[in-house]
């Protein structure tokens, strides 16, 4: 049997089908349609459907037929040639677009770097990799602000049918993003030994992550947060420093998991009502604001993060004395203690008969002391006054 040698064509009609992934007889009908479309610009008015395109495949001589009449105009072999380049240029890149997208749908749910490439409108283009994603407003984080050639994390979200076709589209406040960012940073939670029960976000505020350890002896707080908060504190910066991250543990009991979901707030009492799904909580005065949050954003998403209706109210703080108040205290047990002193040194009988005898009384037997010392001050008086006499003298 002869060997068949192929042309130029047929080589290279089978490289770019085994490289690019399609069938060669799909690419022919393509560029056998596709001739057939030149052949009616060339002749406007005919009917199309009386008339076929032939193709050789070995080498890529094409023809036209009429009702079995070959009408092939003279020269028509170039523009064949040239329309069956295009054809196959544009076969090529449908089928990359469609393998892009298919190696796309596989990474929806996970996080890419990204950079901003330009601004269709309120949409923003981001460069993905191998193609380009589009984040709508509605995935845009409100107070963040975009540039050219900004580089970010965005999060796949889902691949839809557009104008062009499939795109993809990411986002940046999908609660998907701050998990795959806590996947990235945080080891324990990328080999599952801690577990994220649940996230709620106000994206570009605040964010409140729960956290469970499945492995004895780890901290999942711990963990997340870092040595010295390293690991949260990457992933704020990856938001640009505008969005808080509390990180708390997730309980089964109820009252302890609504507790926690306070925080910062701490002191905190819970009375909860399972049938209908409140919880009442009472915090001290100090820590009422913390509990409460900026425009109560705090409550509003440990309301969303606990799935109770929560209602605080805050319980006045207990009366301390104050140091000036301990002083006043001291100085009154000391005022007592010195009128004790003074009453035993003189006894309520001393006391009368020095008044009786200030009054001008006759005094008693008690009052003989009291004579005896006014003498000898007299005598003590005169001692001094002859004493400067002599000085003087």
Known sequence: ???????????????????????PNVVLETVQNAILAAYRKDHPGI????YRAELDPNSGEAKIFHEDEDVTPPGFGR???????????????????????????LKIGTIVNGMVLRFAGPNIIVDVGKTEAIMPPSEQIPNEKYHLNQ??????????EGPKGEEVIVSRTDNGLLEG?????????????????????????????AVYSTQS???????????????????IQEFNGIEKIDIIQWQEDAKSYIAQSLSPAKDIKVDIDEKEKTAKVTVPEEELSLAIGKDGQNVRLASKLTGYRIEIEGKPAEKTETPESEKAKDAKEIKEAAQTVSEEANPPAAKEEAETVKSGEEPGEASAPLEAAGTLDKEAAKSEEAEQTSNKS
Request: proline fraction near 4%; include cysteine; aromatic fraction near 4%.
């Open 79 to 105: 523009i064949a040639a040239q329309t069956a380049k295009q054809v196959i240029l544009q076969k090529i890149r449908e089928k990359e677009k469609e393998a892009i997208i298919t190696d796309y749908k």
């Open 217 to 235: 002896g780890i901290d999942p707080v711990g963990s997340c947060v870092g040595q010295k908060g390293v690991r949260v504190q990457a992933i």
């Open 1 to 23: 049997m002869p060997a068949i040698q192929r042309s130029e064509f047929a080589l290279a009609l089978n490289q770019v089908s085994m490289e690019r992934g399609i069938d």
């Open 181 to 209: 960012l806590f996947r990235r940073e945080v080891p324990e939670v990328a080999q599952g030994s801690v577990e994220i029960k649940q996230i709620v976000r106000e994206p570009g505020n605040r964010s409140k992550v």
């Open 151 to 160: 580089r970010l994390v965005v999060y796949l979200s889902q691949i839809q």
């Open 47 to 50: 009917e199309v459907e009386e």
